[in-house]
């Protein structure tokens, strides 16, 4: 089954072909119920009235029609499956869902979806992904270190902002069934403090299932969700993995090209321990980062000047947020100042509006 929140987009497994006529009956529903879709679930049973049931029973109200008519989706080698889609309604179109995306799924030109269609998707694709999350695991680590304590203070001051960050997405809903818990393994629970715990990747299945409300099931958590939300997941971990005191800001000087070239087996290791030239090492260091790192090294003095401007007027205009202030009084805070800013460059035809606008954004 498969939940879709507020203007996301959802990836549902049944994987169905939208017809005509089970939309065209919500758009005919009564409209004293709610004039917008605010949530959409799709519930799968072995006949139609049982998945129509079934949202029923748990506080849906189901749409007519089958999505899976006529496909060959099962839920095992002998049954098919029905699919049924439940709404519910809001009169608030803020909460409205806008968008809806259906993926259709099959292996090697065949219609429908089955379980085993996914196992084998999922087997073709194992090194890929295999590779993908065993870089989370000592991110994973590290985050854990800092948000406890083990770090330095300023690792656990960052470390403990990621966790307010990740505790803005929830682990799906909890499985309210034995059977559930078999194949569906959210929890719940919101990402920052469940990756306190070890995931289901690093402790083992046989440890997992004695404890699972307790700890991510990792890959389902990567697969089922969005790009978008993955990106700001990682970026909000990568936040939390800095252990040391100063800020990256301050180390960017000791970090100099000629440092690189000197020390080339810290950045490429297999040069380790061999005395290249300046030319030899300067061309290894092209070959293995490319031309973003040649960009990067060439504004380098330009971006860092530009990014400690940026801290320094946020600090000498008391523009960072408060401790103990709200995101909408910050909010209008900072945006009053930006109008006064860009006023102020109306009539005095100044550049401070457009340099601190510049600078935010490439702080951000």
Request: with cysteine; glycine share 6%.
């Amino acid at each position: 089954m498969a939940k879709l929140k507020t203007k996301l987009v959802a990836v549902a497994l049944s994987l169905i072909t939208l017809t005509a006529s089970p939309l065209s009956a919500v758009r005919a529903a009564d409209d004293a119920k709610g004039k917008y879709i605010s949530e959409v679930y799709i519930a799968y049973g072995k006949t139609e009235d049982q998945a129509r049931q079934w949202l029923i029973d748990n506080g849906w109200e189901p749409v007519d029609g089958n999505f899976n008519a006529g496909k060959e989706t099962k839920l095992d080698e002998d049954q098919k499956v029905a699919a049924v889609m439940g709404i519910r309604r809001t009169n608030n179109a803020s909460e409205a869902v806008t968008d809806m995306a259906v993926m259709n799924m099959g292996i090697k030109g065949k219609e429908g979806y089955s379980f085993s269609d996914y196992k084998a998707l999922v087997d073709m694709k194992r090194a890929e992904i295999d590779e993908f999350l065993d870089c989370f695991t000592p991110v994973l680590q590290e985050y854990r270190a800092n948000v406890t304590g083990k770090g330095s203070a300023s690792g656990k001051a960052r470390a403990d902002l990621a966790k307010e960050l990740l505790n803005k997405f929830y682990d799906g809903e909890p499985a309210k069934t034995e059977k559930e818990k078999e194949d569906v393994h959210d929890t719940g629970k919101p990402l920052g403090d469940l990756f306190i715990q070890q995931t289901r990747r690093e402790m083992g299945d046989d440890a997992y299932y004695k404890d699972w409300g307790n700890h991510a099931d990792l890959e389902q958590i990567v697969l089922e969700s969005t790009g978008a939300a993955m990106l700001a997941v990682e970026q909000a971990l990568a936040m939390a993995t800095d252990t040391a005191e100063d800020t990256w800001l301050d180390r960017l000087p000791d970090y100099p090209l000629d440092l690189m070239v000197s020390e080339i087996g810290a950045f490429i290791p297999k040069y380790e321990g061999q005395n290249l030239s300046e030319s030899a090492a300067l061309s290894a260091l092209q070959s293995e980062y490319g031309d973003a790192a040649k960009s990067l090294a060439a504004g380098y003095d330009d971006i860092r000047q530009e990014l400690l401007w940026y801290e320094s007027y946020m600090d000498n205009n008391k523009l960072w947020q408060e401790p103990g202030e709200g995101e909408t009084d910050y909010a209008a805070r900072v945006i009053a100042h930006f109008d006064a800013l860009e006023q102020k460059d109306n009539e005095n035809e100044t550049l401070e509006y457009d340099d601190l606008r510049d600078a935010m954004n490439l702080y951000d």
